[in-house]
């Protein structure tokens, strides 16, 4: 993707969800308040996908000024715990969102889920199923077949009654029974084929504790929530457009209830649509194979840098401004997209460019030496601290006669265009000086190990008293004053732009080797006391964090944000949307 069909990309504040809910309002269906909600499962740490979700969700309730909640939909107490709900309330505040008093855990309702299920047998809408789940799957039969009916769908309310009395009272083994949704067996969509609704799990709750052995289904239990709080429009990834009608369903049971809110005398029946999820490349978003990759120790914890988690994306320097940029462009449709990964990172280019401060490092060292530079003597160079921001002021960086500067600015024979360091060409050193090299030193193996040259005492600040033009400028740090850095160069995770695209490999062969290199490095005085999280651009170099979890008083260590160009691109790397 170009720098400039990123720049010209279209408007997509319009969008079709916006459209729905401007068109309920003005119908009067909300009963003058627009309530969303953000429903995560605290079964891992959020990631950009979700990011996606949070941003329509809460920029939805904002936008029409209403309410976006925040729930836990913990119904599946094997894989949730207090961890991944604190992480989650955590990257949903550092986005720059607030759910005020609109937070709800799933498991707070499960009475009331019980009674409604209780409610479901009585008016014959639910029975107990001893079926196991292969056998269950195989009755449900395909989309293009009816399905056959469980042997024990005709029993007696008072039967299933006392079943599911006994299956919540713990009287079962996992798996030996569940309760299911009567519906209709022959249904073109399988979600309506009496899906389960309840089973049974003897797995202590994260946040309900030991009270119950049977818990609610997903499917079951999202659809009470929504009526419970009173959601006027439920958001959710395309995958869930077939369950709609399972959705609409439970609600139209809980209607004949008399279980749904009246809000200004308008009773608020929740609606369900759905958007495409976020896909983007060179990543993968399954909270599955995020988990595996951490498991595995492939990645440093949940928060490695290389994760498209939030947490991770945070510790790696990305801003909360950007990513939520990064989602406004991408836009809302209803068709299936991969992204690439290179707008999320022109987006973070472009905030970052205008809150870095200006730092001078140099990762792979070249000693130079100015011959004709007084000895023990320190002169200054100035330099801004961001040119695009006048009030972040400037800084003082002594200049020496010793000092390192990037390898690979220096050429001893330079091809036609290269216009750095070379034996008889003048280059500016940022804010010093104009320097000439006259000669190298090599070691044994005829590697050069150090420069040699003269500098202009009229050049300072690097311009030239005579008006010459030095087409060439190249960063530098003072040896004896230099810090010595921790520097962590983070790449793509993945070597391909779709990891899981191919079903007979696994996605963990496209691992890239080269996501991570750690190099010593140098970098001017002013960095020694730099903070965790404190942003730079390392100039001519990239974008930089310190990191937030490593870092030490007096011992930054720096994780590489994004480089200042798409590196990527130059490899001939193209990625076309997928629809």
């Given at each position: ?5 990123i ?5 997509t ?10 068109d ?16 995560p499962?605290?079964n ?29 939909d ?14 989650i309330?955590?990257?949903i ?117 030991d009270?119950?052995?049977i ?28 369950h ?5 369903w ?6 004949e ?41 492939l ?18 320097g ?13 836009g809302v ?37 100015v ?19 006048e009030?972040a002021g ?9 000092i390192y ?6 050429m ?19 804010g ?6 006259t ?38 740090v003072?040896?004896?004053s ?28 496209f ?26 651009q ?6 930089f ?9 007096g011992?930054p ?6 480089t200042l ?12 949307a997928?629809?």
């Amino acid at each position: 993707m170009s720098e400039t069909s990123i720049k010209e990309a279209p408007d997509t504040s319009r969008h079709f969800l916006k459209q729905w809910i401007a068109d309920d309002v003005a119908a009067g269906k909300t009963g003058g308040l627009v309530v969303t909600r953000f429903p995560p499962e605290p079964n891992g740490y959020i990631h950009i996908g979700h990011a996606k979700a949070i941003c329509i969700d809460f920029g939805m309730a904002r936008e029409f000024g209403g309410q976006c909640n925040l729930r836990m939909d913990d119904t599946n107490p094997s894989k949730e715990s207090d961890e991944y709900a604190a992480s989650i309330k955590e990257d949903i505040r550092w986005l720059g969102f607030d759910w005020g008093d609109g937070f709800y855990n799933a498991s707070d309702l499960f009475d009331l889920m019980y009674t409604i299920a209780e409610n479901l047998i009585n008016t014959g809408h639910a029975f107990v199923c001893d079926l196991s789940q292969e056998d269950w799957k195989e009755y449900r039969g395909v989309p293009t077949e009816p399905g056959r009916e469980s042997p024990f769908r005709g029993r007696s309310v008072a039967e299933n009654l006392d079943l599911f009395r006994r299956m919540r009272a713990g009287e079962f083994s996992d798996g030996a029974r569940c309760l299911r949704a009567k519906i209709d067996m022959t249904s073109s969509n399988i979600h309506l084929r009496d899906p389960v609704i309840y089973r049974i799990m003897h797995v202590p709750h994260y946040h309900a504790g030991d009270k119950w052995c049977i818990y609610p289904m997903y499917d079951f239990a999202h659809s009470i929530e929504d009526a419970y709080e009173g959601v006027t429009h439920s958001m959710c990834t395309l995958e869930f457009e077939v369950h709609r009608p399972l959705y609409d369903w439970v609600i139209d049971r809980m209607d004949e209830m008399n279980m749904l809110i009246i809000r200004n005398g308008v009773k608020i029946r929740p609606q369900q649509r759905e958007f495409a999820r976020l896909n983007l490349s060179y990543t993968v978003m399954s909270k599955r194979r995020l988990l595996q990759l951490v498991e595995e120790n492939l990645v440093d914890g949940w928060d490695d840098p290389r994760m498209p988690t939030i947490c991770g994306l945070r510790r790696r320097g990305y801003t909360p401004e950007a990513i939520r940029n990064f989602c406004e462009r991408i836009g809302v449709s209803k068709y299936e997209s991969l992204t690439d990964v290179a707008l999320l990172e022109y987006c973070l280019r472009d905030d970052l460019n205008l809150r870095a401060l200006r730092r001078m490092a140099v990762l792979d060292p070249l000693k130079v030496v100015v011959d004709n530079y007084p000895e023990h003597t320190v002169l200054t160079a100035e330099a801004q601290n961001n040119p695009t921001d006048e009030s972040a002021g400037s800084r003082v960086i002594p200049f020496e006669r010793e000092i390192y500067i990037e390898r690979d600015d220096f050429m001893e024979v330079p091809t036609k265009k290269f216009f750095r360091m070379a034996p008889g060409q003048e280059v500016r050193l940022r804010g010093a000086c104009i320097f000439k090299c006259t000669g190298v030193i090599r070691n044994a193996a005829g590697e050069v190990v150090e420069v040699h040259g003269t500098y202009d005492p009229e050049s300072r600040g690097g311009n030239a008293a005579d008006g010459r033009k030095i087409k060439g400028t190249i960063h530098w740090v003072p040896i004896s004053s230099a810090v010595k850095l921790e520097v962590r160069l983070y790449d793509r995770l993945f070597t391909v732009p779709e990891p899981m695209a191919d079903p007979g490999r696994d996605f963990r062969e496209f691992l890239n080797p080269e996501s991570l290199k750690i190099v010593t490095a140098y970098g001017e005085p002013a960095l020694a006391d730099a903070a965790p999280g404190a942003l730079f651009q390392f100039e001519r170099v990239g974008y930089f964090c310190v990191d937030n979890r490593d870092s030490k008083k007096g011992a930054p260590v720096f994780n590489r944000t994004v480089t200042l160009r798409d590196s990527w691109a130059k490899k001939g790397d193209k990625v076309v949307a997928r629809t």
